[in-house]
Each structure stands twice: as C-alpha cells, then as structure tokens.
C-alpha cells in the first residue's frame, strides 16, 4: 500500500452533526411575560448543560420562514448526546410549546471526490468541521440521483471538479459538508457560512450551470438562518428582553468564572481530548500532570491539534507539521505563521475547568502570548 493509499485509508475521527429546527406554537405568545421569561431560561439552562459534549451553534429563522423559528446546530462524539439534548429540550419549561418540523441528522467522512493535488487541502482531509463565526448560515438536504452512482468514477471526479473550481472562486462562502447516507432520508446536508449573502446567491446560480448540476435530484427545502446568540433567538419570538441580555452570536452561557468541560479522568498523563466550549472545539493535553487548552484548528489550514505528537510543550500538527507552543499558542516551526488561541485552565475536585470571561480573546489568539497554563494535576 503507498504511503497516499495508507493515510487515505487511516482511522479517523467521525463527527455526528445535527441540524434541528424548532418552531414555537403561538400560544405560549400569550402566556404572562413571567411564565415566558422563566420558560426562556429554562430552555438556554437546558442547551448549555451540554457545552462540554456538543458544540451547539444557534441561529435564528423569524421572519425567514413561515415553518421554522430558529435551529439548533449540533456537532459532537456520539448519537445518544444528540438524543439527551433534544430530551432536555423537550423537558424544560419551554418544551410543551416546541415542535421540530425539520431535522437532519448526519456525520462526517473524508470527501470522496478528492484530487491528488487536493490532499492537502483542509475540506478533502478533515473529518471534524468547525464552523466559522459567520453571520449567515444557508442549510439544506441534498441527493443525487442513483443515475449519478451508476457513472464511471472518472466521469463523476471530471464533473465534481468543475462543481469544486466553481466552489473556490467564492473564498467568502465556507461548505461544511455532512454525509446521511443510511442514517436520515437524504444523502448530504450542506451547511454553507458566509458574510454575504449575495456571495451565496451568485455561487448557487452558479452552480446550476455546473454539469453535475443535472444529477442532483433534490436540494429543498432551503433554510437562510442568522447567527445569533441562544437568548437573542428566543427573545427573536416575541417580548424581547425576557431573557437575561442578548450576548455574542456564539457566546457561552456563564457571564464569567469557570466552565467544567471535562472529568480529570479522561485526561491520564501524555492523553489528549477535545471538548466544545463557547462554541469552539478546544484541545486538551495533560503534559507531565500540567494540562494545557488551546484551540483545536490549525492556524495554517484548519488540522485537528488534538491528534498531534506532543513533545515538551509543543505540539505538532498532523496536517503539515507546524509547531505550536501549548502554553503561549505561538507558531514555533512549519508553514502556520499565526498563533493558535490558548485558554486559561483549572483542574480542581477531579474536573477540569477552562475560563469563560476569555472566549473570543482566546479564539481570536489575542491571549496567545501569554502562559496558560495550571499547575495542579489532574486526579
Ligand atoms: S493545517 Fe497545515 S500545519 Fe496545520
């Protein structure tokens, strides 16, 4: 087997990724503005409980369309955490008003139309998406028809090469692909990110044009969500400001202190875990009992830090061997110029903490130069 055949076959981390949409009955309008508020908290108390196990992106659809108010994205480890979230959801306060009139369930895989040239780009080796912080994300199911698997290999990589040139001549707009095949009614879900929604628009006329166009058997219903935070897509369905404050897109729940993301014992001495936090993916290593957080994308192309060698305090990344410093998140060796984010941690009572006040710094790297770092083992 060459050495291509065996990094394309290697195991890799699978995502699971949900797309739920959820509608408000317009009863709960007329409840008393206590009823609503409490309703409201309850519900956001109910989401963030799973801030160590899903990265939960919401965004709202009012005044989009007619059938959804706002979705919830999910992306983590395992089925049963998608299954306990959409529970909690059900039981809080605001659950008996909810319904959840679009759901799309997939994971991730490595791209099946994948180039040579292309291997070291991020979207043909990543097996974990990461949204971006964009304002606007466009969702939709999406299948081929069975003519299109019938096709020589060839002439559908022909055709999906000109589907991706066309893709790349619109930098602005970011492609998270999922696969369902077997696990929901359609093949894919396709969650686009971008700024500008008229980016969108032109590169979805554009691909019309495309050859492969012609085998796509259904890509509807489309969702045009906007990237808010959890409180200001509730407050989004009526008498705003029943909830606390309407905080960042992305924003975790704690107005400041510290998180718990993870048990101490999932962190054994040289191990490494990723958790979801503030809605990013963050990186864990336990060098020598001092735990470390950075976040998990790359600073040159994206690659997953989490699943890199470790020596010292410096971490090597699997994609194209940059080095980062675990402590300061500056680049020290490879093609990444940039620092990667970096998180103050505590690790206290067998739990491992990461500072909330600090979120967006970290993940703009603006802490990246200073030490983060704790000194207390994990038990
Ligand atoms: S993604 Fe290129 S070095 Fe990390």
New binding site residues.
Partial sequence: MSGADHERNAPTRRQVVKFSFYRIDPAWRLLPPKGRREAKRDLCRAVEAFGDRLLVRSYSLVGMRGDADFLLWQIGERLEDIQEMATAVFASDMGPYLSVPHSYLAMTRRSTYVTPKDR?A?TSRDTTLNPSDAKYLFVYPFVKTRAWYKLPKDERQRMMNEHIVTGRRYPSVKLNTAYSYGLDDQEFVVAFETDEPSDFLDLVMELRETEASAHTLRDTPIFTCIAVSLRQALDNLGAPGDTVRAGAPHEPAAGGGWARVASADDLTESASKVVYFGGDQVALFNVGGNVYAVSNR??????P?AEGKVEGTLVT??????RFDLASGKPEG???TKPVGTYRVKVEGGAVFLATSEVAAAKSGRFSTEARRTSERPT
Avoid: I, K, V
């Fill in positions: 070291d991020p790359c600073s040159h192309a994206g690659g830090l990344c699997p994609w194209h061997g940059s490879g093609p990444a």
